[in-house]
């Protein structure tokens, strides 16, 4: 019996083991508690969530970094999204999946542009502007640039979208699986506003 | 014929792969066997800790923060595991950036019982592959690193405890 399987049957165990679940969903959310909104996509092996903050939460953040007011101002009024990045496969022998946020693209009033990184954040300040203690928060506060999850991994930071509280985006999250490129947008992604 | 023979070799070759699916791993095994930077920091005591000085045991070496969500997640079955295989096995946590005040206030909520060293410049943490915090190595008895966690474990997992007690 096992033996006899036809090709079409052997076509459709290939769909549901390998390439079903490799077909991305993304699903929005809104906590109950805060009412902030936050959207996952999901491939079945990775997982890759985006959260509003509030500016507030992120400005305080911040401030008790050690980050001047100003400062942190600017950080919190450029639509900070907590993002948390998870190597879900069940299977120990999946491949490890690769996120580099220079790949990612964000779509607004019809213009694409990156996001913006920690380092281009971290350029922007001069030596005397921000102390050290804060700098080094703020590196390691924020989503790495590039990082590898192996099975059962997972990472957390905030990214930042360079757009003023309540504005819309969409955004081309870009990963690989043992080297294969792999893509799934988000649309209409709302920076959390003031409250 | 041929084809219905790569077929059913296939679909052995993915069943197969389908069994091992629930196993879980816990800790991804580290490339190669590299020594582990060795640094001297002190810890909220202003006691030095140098890494060269914990040879002889498997070491388990947490870089963490107290704002960072998943460090306060795992920081509690991290100090239970302590009491299990304090023992057999080094427990080192390093706070990245922040001082003796900050960590006394944090561990009133979360108790830890073993060193936690402070890398207040940051220069020990970017001597080591880590590029978000938490990560963890767990080194051999020779003080290599052997295995890594990006984010949050249950360290006082008995078959995780195993893995690192036979280092």
């Not at chain 1, 902030?36 to 969530?49: C, H, P, Q, R």
């Not at chain 1, 779509?107 to 102390?131: F, M, R, T, Y």
């Not at chain 2, 091992?20 to 810890?43: H, I, N, R």
Request: glycine content about 6%; aromatic content about 12%.
């Amino acid at each position: 019996m096992f033996f006899r399987i036809s090709y079409i049957h052997f076509c459709s165990i290939i769909f549901m083991l390998i390439v079903a679940p490799a077909l991305a969903g993304v699903t929005q959310s809104v906590d109950a508690q805060t009412d902030l909104s936050s959207w996952k996509i999901d491939d079945g092996n990775f997982e890759l969530e985006l959260a509003q903050l509030l500016p507030d939460q992120t400005r305080a953040f911040f401030l008790a970094r050690g980050f001047s007011k100003q400062i942190a101002n600017t950080i919190a009024t450029s639509c900070i999204m907590q993002t948390i990045g998870r190597n879900s496969a069940e299977k120990e022998i999946s491949a490890s999946i690769d996120v580099d946020l220079k790949r990612w693209r964000m779509l607004h009033n019809g213009a694409e542009s990156p996001v913006k990184l920690k380092e281009q954040w971290d350029s922007e300040w001069s030596a005397g502007e921000v102390i050290d203690a804060a700098r080094l928060a703020f590196r390691w506060a924020t989503f790495p640039t590039q990082q590898n999850f192996a099975h059962g991994d997972y990472g957390w930071g905030m990214t930042s979208f360079g757009l003023v509280p309540g504005e819309r985006f969409d955004l081309k999250v870009v990963w690989s699986a043992a080297g294969v490129q792999k893509e799934a947008w988000i649309r209409g992604i709302q920076c959390a506003e003031e409250r | 014929m041929m084809r219905q023979v790569t077929i059913q070799s296939m679909l052995l070759l993915l069943l197969s792969w389908s069994a091992s699916a629930f196993s879980g791993q816990l800790l991804t095994p580290y490339k190669g066997v590299q020594p582990a930077p060795d640094f001297e920091l002190v810890d909220v005591d202003g006691e030095k800790h140098r890494l060269s000085d914990y040879r002889g045991k498997p070491l388990i070496i947490n870089f963490w923060a107290t704002w960072c969500p998943p460090c306060r997640e795992e920081m509690p079955s991290m100090n239970r595991a302590w009491h299990k295989v304090k023992d057999d096995v080094f427990m080192l946590a390093i706070n990245v950036g922040e001082d003796e005040d900050t960590i006394f206030i944090f561990s009133a909520d979360y108790p830890i019982d073993f060193p936690v060293l402070l890398d207040q410049s940051g220069d020990v943490i970017k001597q080591w592959p880590v590029k978000g915090l938490p990560t963890t190595f767990v080194l051999d008895r020779e003080g290599n690193i052997r295995y890594t966690a990006v984010g949050a474990r249950e360290w006082d997992d008995d078959a995780l405890l195993e893995i690192v007690k036979g280092l």
